[in-house]
């Protein structure tokens, strides 16, 4: 999708008119959300570091570079404050599923020192990634993981929405399932808990339905 943008750009020379919703904090437009969101990977993958903490992204050395990316090709109003407070959410939640990945990545490895010459292939910046494996070997890092994984096992009926907001999924469900028309509650529920490949997520989700 990303390099679809810049081919249709390279085409026309008129950039994709993105239309932010800031009630869902995405364009409502279904192709418009998904051009977007392969924007975001992209910067993500691309343009920001993979920070410990998100607070370590500032403007300068991380958010200006990534909206000057996305201006390239996309027409978006940035200088709007709900616009911009939006992308940087979803930036901010694109970022720590990347750093989550390279915390996978890591944990393959025995020893630290084994885990910072093993870069994944994929990811470019040797220096970010042996600064983030010496974050993962902390203490405090350690101990927020563990709490992290026993809080998601008390979760007793979790939804496969990824992080997707259900305001979004019932969108999504709505403009390409019902034709338009509203999506409720028990609707949104059962799309969001259920799928014909795997069935309930979990015999509580079935039960709550």
Not at 87 to 99: G, H, N, Y
Request: hydrophobic fraction near 30%; glycine fraction near 4%; charge should be positive.
């Amino acid at each position: 999708m990303g390099k679809g943008i810049m081919k249709a750009y390279d085409a026309s020379k008129t950039k994709v008119k993105i239309n932010v919703d800031l009630s869902i904090g995405r364009p409502e437009n279904a192709e418009e959300s998904a051009k977007l969101s392969s924007q975001i990977g992209i910067i993500t993958r691309d343009v920001l570091p993979v920070p410990r903490r998100w607070k370590e992204v500032d403007e300068e050395n991380g958010l200006a570079p990534g909206f000057d990316h996305m201006q390239l090709h996309m027409d978006v109003n940035i200088d709007d404050a709900g616009v911009k407070e939006s992308l940087v959410e979803r930036l901010k939640c694109s970022t720590r599923q990347k750093r989550y990945k390279l915390y996978l990545h890591y944990k393959k490895f025995q020893t630290l020192e084994l885990a910072k010459s093993n870069k994944p292939s994929s990811y470019p910046d040797q220096n970010n990634w042996q600064l983030l494996c010496d974050y993962f070997a902390t203490d405090k890092f350690k101990k927020s993981s563990i709490a992290n994984t026993e809080n998601r096992k008390l979760v007793r009926a979790p939804h496969i929405s990824s992080r997707k907001p259900f305001t979004v999924r019932r969108l999504e469900i709505s403009q390409k399932q019902l034709n338009g028309d509203s999506c409720d509650r028990i609707e949104l529920y059962k799309q969001t808990h259920f799928t014909e490949k795997k069935g309930w997520s979990s015999k509580v989700a079935e039960e709550n339905w």
